[in-house]
């Protein structure tokens, strides 16, 4: 019987120099596509998050969570330090030595994600006193089964990150995502009103992004952020993301109180939305494209209308 050829990763594709397949290539499409992949762009404010206002029914606590995007600080610079280094070390190791070390790694990363429990509960709560919601509406919907899966990101130097991406643009398939980005390399970018924003690099703090279960539980007042990865000619970049997910039986929908004849329903109930999410991920598709898991929403002046009564409602920073 004939042998397969064996697979290779991408960073052993680019040690062994054997040029970019062209599967990798990304063509211009038009639109926010028609800057070059590695043009230069703005850089998006993402703020700072106090964690001591997110379970405050203040205005305080209200504004601080006015965004889809947040730096926080909750685990000591010595842990965050721990985790760059395992990553690093685990990435420069062949592929054969990789399997060996993976039940370390995996301990390693079980503690790290344990310490993000609490601050994950915080903002399910926080984001429903936001919403004058009672605080364990979010948490209930979620589920006492939920998971938090993490994992390693590690994108080599590319020759051409003109036309190569590291991640194509999509929305989280989570509720939340807590990513620890690069200390020293840029990549991540945000699209907001059709233009492509780069994340600042802000030492000892983890991102947290709002992801498409929770723009469907708040019927769209919490927006999943599209967002991509580049490549860097120089050097490698690495991050490290945890996704929290719900468990595959638990339905997830927009909640009563959030619903009325101000602002319809504008997500149907989903089930196992992570397979969901992958199917309409292969295919491009974010949340707000995916016709499959939004109601009817026939016009623009509704859309608006909607809009116009959500700004209302929640404080947004200018």
């Known amino acids: 019987m004939e042998e397969k050829p064996k697979f290779k990763t991408v960073q052993e594709v680019v040690a062994a120099n054997e040029g970019l397949p062209e599967r990798y290539l990304q063509p211009l499409t038009g639109g926010h596509e028609e800057q070059p992949l590695n043009g230069p762009v703005p850089e998006m404010d993402?703020?700072?998050?106090?964690?001591?206002?997110?379970?405050?029914?203040?205005?305080?606590g209200r504004q601080e969570l006015s965004d889809e995007s947040w730096n926080y600080r909750s685990v000591s610079r010595r842990d965050l330090d721990k985790i760059y280094k395992l990553t690093k070390q685990f990435f420069a190791l062949p592929t054969e030595e990789k399997q060996k070390y993976a039940g370390d790694i995996g301990k390693t990363l079980h503690e790290y994600t344990m310490k993000q429990h609490a601050v994950i509960e915080q903002f399910f709560k926080g984001m429903a006193r936001s919403l004058d919601?009672?605080?364990?509406?979010?948490?209930?919907?979620?589920?006492?089964?939920?998971?938090?899966?993490?994992?390693?990101n590690m994108y080599p130097p590319c020759p051409r990150p003109d036309m190569v991406i590291g991640a194509k643009p999509h929305g989280d398939g989570s509720a939340f995502t807590l990513l620890l980005p690069d200390k020293d390399v840029e990549g991540l970018q945000f699209l907001k009103d059709g233009k492509w924003y780069k994340a600042p690099i802000v030492p000892d703090t983890i991102l947290i992004n709002v992801g498409d279960l929770m723009e469907i539980m708040s019927n769209g007042i919490y927006k999943s952020p599209v967002h991509r990865v580049l490549t860097n000619r120089e050097k490698?970049?690495?991050?490290?993301?945890?996704?929290?997910?719900?468990?595959?039986?638990?339905e997830i929908q927009p909640v009563e109180g959030l619903v009325s004849d101000a602002r319809p329903r504008l997500y149907k109930t989903v089930k196992k939305y992570v397979e969901l999410y992958f199917d309409s991920y292969q295919q491009g598709l974010t949340l707000q494209e995916n016709s499959g898991i939004l109601t009817d929403i026939p016009t623009e002046n509704e859309i608006l209308g909607i809009s116009r009564g959500i700004s209302e409602d929640i404080p947004r920073k200018p």
């Open 46 to 60: 993402i703020p700072s998050i106090d964690l001591s206002l997110l379970l405050s029914s203040s205005e305080e």
């Open 133 to 152: 919601l009672e605080d364990n509406v979010f948490l209930e919907m979620h589920g006492d089964n939920a998971r938090m899966d993490t994992r390693f």
């Open 236 to 250: 490698e970049r690495i991050s490290v993301a945890t996704f929290c997910v719900p468990s595959p039986d638990k």
